[in-house]
């Protein structure tokens, strides 16, 4: 059963456009939604995160979306660059009990952004 | 300040046979946890160490165990290797006493092609 679940499975987007990237989840008793990119090869990078004591986080051309009520939040990528081509993974935790720590991905975004 | 480090980076292994990863975590941090990564998926957990203990552990076999040293290092290994082990495999480390914030920081991975 998959814990959070992702949209669009691949994204492309012109150079200065918006990327956006959706993901839900039903666990309510998750209160840490981070947001990783991955290049190929490497590690995933912690790119923002949220809690839900907030609906919006934004740092710099990266802003997160949080809607509780509907247990949805979002990616987005102001004027996307070819440097943010990446695969981009949501991610879900809860700070307690007994599967503290432990992330619950999606399947993965990949953005492809044409110069 | 050195990241999360992994060792080796790449591993070629027939079936049958028994492997085993390293991982350091970030300076400060006490809690590693494993993930394997298939090809086009997002990252699966497998276990979480903490005060050399597993702490918790997904749905993987016993096949897969691991350690952690006094140091916060820790080993990930696998028995009796499969074809569908072939993955990356990834270490993120953490400050438990700071774990509702949950701020996991990934290594580059292990890349384990099993034939």
């Known amino acids: 059963q998959q814990q959070v679940k992702q949209s669009p499975q691949s994204l492309i987007v012109q150079k200065g456009g918006i990327s956006i990237i959706n993901c839900a989840y039903e666990n309510t008793a998750f209160d840490y939604f981070p947001w990783y990119q991955q290049f190929p090869g490497k590690g995933p990078a912690l790119l923002i995160a949220?809690?839900?004591?907030?609906s919006e986080k934004k740092e710099g051309r990266f802003t997160i979306s949080f809607n509780k009520s509907a247990k949805q939040f979002s990616l987005h990528i102001m004027d996307s660059q070819p440097g943010d081509s990446a695969t981009y993974f949501c991610?879900?935790?809860?700070?307690?009990?007994?599967?503290?720590?432990?992330?619950?991905f999606g399947r993965g975004t990949q953005l492809t952004v044409w110069p | 300040d050195a990241g999360v480090t992994q060792s080796p980076t790449h591993l070629i292994k027939t079936r049958g046979q028994q492997v085993t990863l390293r991982c350091s975590p970030k300076s400060g941090h006490d809690t590693v946890s494993w993930y394997q990564q298939a090809l086009g998926q997002g990252p699966q957990f497998i276990f979480q160490?903490?005060?050399?203990?597993?702490?918790q552990r997904g749905n993987f076999p016993d096949r897969f165990s691991g350690h952690q040293f006094p140091n916060y290092s820790s080993e990930l290994n696998v028995n009796a290797l499969l074809l569908g082990d072939s993955a990356l495999y990834l270490c993120a480390s953490s400050f438990m006493g700071q774990a509702i914030y949950n701020e996991q920081f990934f290594g580059p991975g292990t890349r384990l092609t099993v034939l």
């Open positions: 991610a879900a935790s809860s700070g307690g009990g007994s599967t503290l720590g432990r992330l619950y």
């Open positions: 949220i809690r839900p004591d907030v």
């Open positions: 160490y903490y005060e050399e203990e597993e702490r």
